[in-house]
């Protein structure tokens, strides 16, 4: 009984200090670290290629082209839009069931567009130029964070023309660059996305020959690939609830047989170009972190009040009740422990963060409502 007891206690710990809630997004520093998941899916391309969208089918949302536009099956977990301007700001991950799927559990990161600027700035504007910087420093450092990944998957929306455009070009180079003495490319897929009648009705015409021409086109540029990547297309959008969604089992066969590549040790950005914006992107997590504190501030404040208010009333018990519960006569290391355990299942910067807000908000004007009235 007590065996079971304990287990079952490991059990809801592990679950609770890892980022393992189903259909949650999580996107601070903290998060990343913590997140437990054994499949683990990046998500890669250009502004409006479409990330989100399929990052939404994947969590079993479902699309329907209307005559008064897309009508989702539930509320979005991704945000999502059909324009060319990025919704997405920051790395962000998600715990998902593969096609609602209880067997097919999974962990989507959704990135900003790597030619995505934030701003209304031409490409070659130095401010936009710092703009993507940063992203790529945001990213490089989350993925460190999260110690593997099982599958990177590029998602290319050309399938007209059916031409890697730069960004994308440049982003392969990345990979091979960060991914130096590992052999990432067995890792990596490219999808065309948008491949449904909703964004043009032509997509599927000569796609066996659009695939080994872009297969080609990779080995044969200075990218350090040898192998053929495997790509597939994915649509997203449908017509109807009856539609098929193979394009999506083909991905998830894909994941199923990928082997996890270690993040631990990707290459540095080096040069001073890159220093300034480790500062930028520490500031920028951390305000992802209070921002999170902020919308998490009466369910942690109510969880800590309430363990106080427990270990208070245990020591209140007769000596021998107390005891059962774990309480260890004549000192407080038992409800430094319990205390210190529970920050730890909620995560030491969101408490602090939490802890600040609620001090510089409510406690610090209430003293100084008192002290003005009273001294």
């Known amino acids: 009984m007590l065996n079971q007891f304990t287990s079952q206690l490991k059990f809801e710990y592990t679950k609770r200090q890892q980022r393992v809630e189903f259909d949650k997004l ?19 391309g ?23 536009g897309i009508q989702w099956d539930k509320k979005l977990i991704f945000e999502s839009s059909h324009g060319t301007k990025s919704i997405t700001r920051h790395v962000s ?8 799927d209880l067997n097919r559990k999974i962990t989507v990161i959704d990135t900003p567009g790597h030619d995505d600027t934030s701003h209304n700035s031409a490409a070659n504007d130095e401010n936009a130029h710092d703009c993507l910087r940063q992203q790529a420093a945001d990213l490089h450092n989350k993925l460190r964070a999260l110690g593997s990944i099982d599958l990177i998957v590029i998602l290319h929306d050309k399938i007209q023309s059916n031409r890697l ?61 040898d192998v053929e990547l495997p790509v597939i ?4 959008i449908c017509e109807s609830h009856d539609e098929t969604m193979d394009d999506f089992e083909e991905l998830w066969n894909l994941i199923e047989k990928s082997s996890p590549i ?28 209070r921002q999170d504190a902020a919308i998490n501030l009466f369910p942690v404040v109510f969880q800590l009040i309430t363990c106080i208010c427990v270990l208070l009333w245990r020591d209140a018990l007769p000596m021998s009740i107390s005891m ?15 205390v210190m355990t529970l920050v730890n299942i909620i995560g030491p910067q969101k408490v602090s963060c939490c802890v600040d807000i609620l001090f510089e908000t409510y406690l610090k004007p209430l003293f100084y409502s008192l002290k003005q009235k009273y001294m």
Request: hydrophobic content about 35%.
């Open 324 to 338: 059962m519960m774990l309480n260890i006569p004549h000192t407080y290391f038992d409800e430094l422990i319990i």
């Open 93 to 100: 991950y998600a715990n998902l069931r593969y096609l609602n």
């Open 233 to 236: 297309t994915l649509g997203g």
């Open 26 to 44: 999580f996107h601070t520093f903290e998060d990343f670290e913590r997140c437990g998941s054994p499949k683990r899916v990046l998500f890669l």
């Open 165 to 225: 455009n730069p960004a994308t070009f440049e982003l392969l180079k990345l990979i091979n660059e960060k991914f130096n003495n590992q052999p990432v490319w067995n890792n990596v897929v490219i999808a065309y996305s948008h491949c449904n009648r909703y964004c043009t009705s032509t997509w599927d015409i000569e796609l066996d020959q659009k695939k080994a021409a872009l297969q080609r086109e990779i080995i044969e540029s200075d990218l350090g690939c």
């Open 46 to 68: 250009c502004t409006g290629a479409g990330k989100s969208t399929v990052c939404n089918v994947i969590s079993g949302n479902r699309g329907i082209n209307t005559p008064s």
């Open 262 to 289: 270690s993040t631990r040790d990707l290459q540095p950005f080096t040069g001073a170009a890159w220093c300034k914006y480790e500062s930028a992107i520490k500031a920028r997590d951390e305000a992802l972190t």
